[in-house]
């Protein structure tokens, strides 16, 4: 599905979206399907909700900060092994691994074993407040020295008061499925996990990203060094045309095209042709996407995903340092 604004999402024909009407599969909202090896679906005008979470306000009611986002056409790009999983709510959420564990990834199971008692804390250049233009993001800088000791105390407190619960639930031998339940989600785990390359590329492309969680960052940056080393060539792909390559949406084209013309030899600059805010604005891009535009023809640096082996410690380190603050029981 190839969206108005540039996006595109690869999804089955009995997906659900919020369209404008509510949520409906694809094939119920826009009768979807594929003949021929092409996409045939009814012509009209249809819009998905995209780009945002609701807002709660202070009296308890909510605002959607979604926008609706008009279709532009469907594209088949073949078949894709897929599996849609609904199941009615709520649920606990320290069972909600137990369902990532069907779809090629293993986690470090607290019901079979003794979880370790490691738990993670930013540091104070990482500990930020929360961003005001995202929902899901950290404001730029750090708080002071002061207010970071304080949070660290705070911190301090609950995990010491978990894992000393955590270790008497399971000395008095109370279901170790049980005991893990009020342990922190700053607790560490292990994951195994079995991705092809496609995948793995498109997961990095995410996860690299400065719009990521700085913490998956990371492991993103560290393991797309593993692609690096193992698999040269593709990683070099990706780099070119994912991680410094862009998409542009119908508004940026026209907005370029403006300023650009095609002529017989290549490309050439039109005489004297400049936008401002303004001119951005009157071809129908918002602030944001103004800003976006602005930041996509910035000059970037590649960046360069090297592993410092160095710095690495090897698996067995680590094996016995999580080994080591798993609680000790007598049975």
């Not at 929360?130 to 660290?152: H, I, K, L, T």
């Not at 105390?153 to 170790?176: I, S």
């Not at 103004?290 to 930041?295: G, M, N």
């Amino acid at each position: 599905m190839v969206l108005e604004d540039g996006k595109s999402i690869e999804a089955t024909s009995d997906h659900r979206f919020r369209f404008a009407g509510g949520w409906r599969t694809l094939r119920d909202e826009t009768g979807l399907r594929e003949t021929g090896g092409c996409a045939v679906w009814r012509q009209g005008d249809y819009f998905v909700h995209v780009n945002g979470a609701a807002e709660k306000l202070d009296w308890g009611q909510v605002r959607d900060k979604t926008k609706l986002v008009r279709v532009a056409r469907f594209e088949y790009v073949g078949e894709r092994e897929t599996y849609d999983l609904e199941v009615e709510g709520p649920h606990h959420n320290f069972v909600a691994n137990g369902i990532i564990t069907h779809n090629s990834v293993n986690e470090y199971s607290g019901r079979y074993s003794l979880m370790p008692l490691l738990f993670y804390s930013p540091e104070q250049d990482q500990f930020s407040l929360q961003s005001a233009v995202s929902n899901q993001g950290r404001a730029p800088g750090s708080v002071s020295p002061e207010f970071y000791r304080e949070a660290m105390r705070r911190w301090d407190e609950v995990r010491t008061r978990a894992a000393g619960d955590y270790g008497w639930l399971v000395g008095e031998n109370v279901a170790r499925e049980l005991a893990r339940i009020d342990l922190p989600l700053s607790t560490y785990t292990q994951w195994y996990w079995k991705i092809d390359l496609h995948n793995l590329l498109h997961f990095l492309t995410l996860r690299v990203d400065d719009h990521a969680q700085w913490e998956i960052q990371e492991y993103g940056r560290v393991i797309a060094g593993m692609v690096k080393r193992v698999a040269p060539l593709s990683y070099e792909a990706w780099v070119d045309y994912q991680v410094m390559g862009d998409k542009l949406s119908h508004g940026e084209i026209r907005a370029l095209s403006r300023l650009v013309a095609v002529d017989g030899d290549g490309l050439a600059a039109r005489d004297g042709s400049s936008l401002s805010n303004a001119g951005l604005a009157g071809l129908g891009l918002s602030g944001r996407e103004i800003r976006e535009l602005k930041a996509k023809l910035e000059p970037r640096e590649v960046p360069d995903y090297d592993l410092d082996l160095a710095t690495m410690r090897v698996p067995e380190d680590v094996a016995s340092e999580m080994l080591a603050a798993v609680p000790e029981v007598d049975r």
